[in-house]
């Protein structure tokens, strides 16, 4: 049985949220989607950083092009958000400094994977930046043109197939209960945001 098969079930789980249903469904405030990306980027930082003291990238000099923290960053600056971090993103961070290479790899391959393939429906339906939003790009005199989509990066993969590819090759299907654990952190999180928006 596949890694994907063994965590068939708490995915589709973290799909029927009230969060996730609302990142597909093109009606997510600018509000809401910065929040999101500010908490996310903080798990990213942590996550692919931790991936990179652990030597993942240096023997895989390829995957780099996997991460995510600067395409988080560049999308960040578009949408408002609190300098507030959701309890569940406090509680993934630390738990993520203290996971093993291989729990690493299953981690990424919760959020880098599901980035790679879910992340492409809702690159089409998150918010188009508002004008009148307080993003970090506000009093720069040139912008970017907001008609070429430029604040969905972080669903933007260069060598997609490739990455798919080499992330394929270092898991197994023994890193299934740490998934599982990745995705429960993915639905708690979920669950923060729910309540601050009282969805």
């Known amino acids: 049985m596949s890694l994907k098969k063994l965590t068939d079930s708490i995915h589709k789980k973290a799909e029927q949220t009230k969060w996730s249903q ?32 652990l030597g993942i990238f240096k023997d895989h000099p390829k995957l780099r092009d996997i991460q995510r923290i600067w395409p988080l960053t560049l999308d960040r600056g578009w949408f408002p958000y609190e300098n507030e971090y959701e309890p569940t ?17 299953a ?30 790009y506000r009093d720069q005199e040139s912008l970017p043109d907001l008609d070429e989509e430029c604040w969905t990066e972080y669903f933007n993969f260069e060598n997609k197939s490739e990455l798919i590819s080499i992330m394929r090759s270092l898991l197994t299907n023994e890193m299934a209960d740490e998934a599982i654990h990745g995705f429960k952190y993915a639905i708690n999180l979920f669950n923060d945001l729910e309540n601050r928006f009282d969805l």
């Open 107 to 136: 981690h990424m391959y919760v959020r880098h994977f599901g980035d790679m393939y879910g992340g492409q429906i809702i690159a089409k339906k998150a918010p188009r930046p508002d004008e009148d939003s307080s993003w970090e």
């Open 22 to 53: 609302l990142l597909v469904s093109g009606d997510m405030t600018c509000k809401q989607y910065g929040q999101y990306l500010y908490n996310l980027l903080y798990i990213y930082s942590v996550l692919e950083t931790k991936a990179d003291r």
């Open 89 to 105: 993103t406090h509680e993934y961070v630390e738990y993520l400094e203290s996971c093993t290479r291989e729990q690493i790899l």
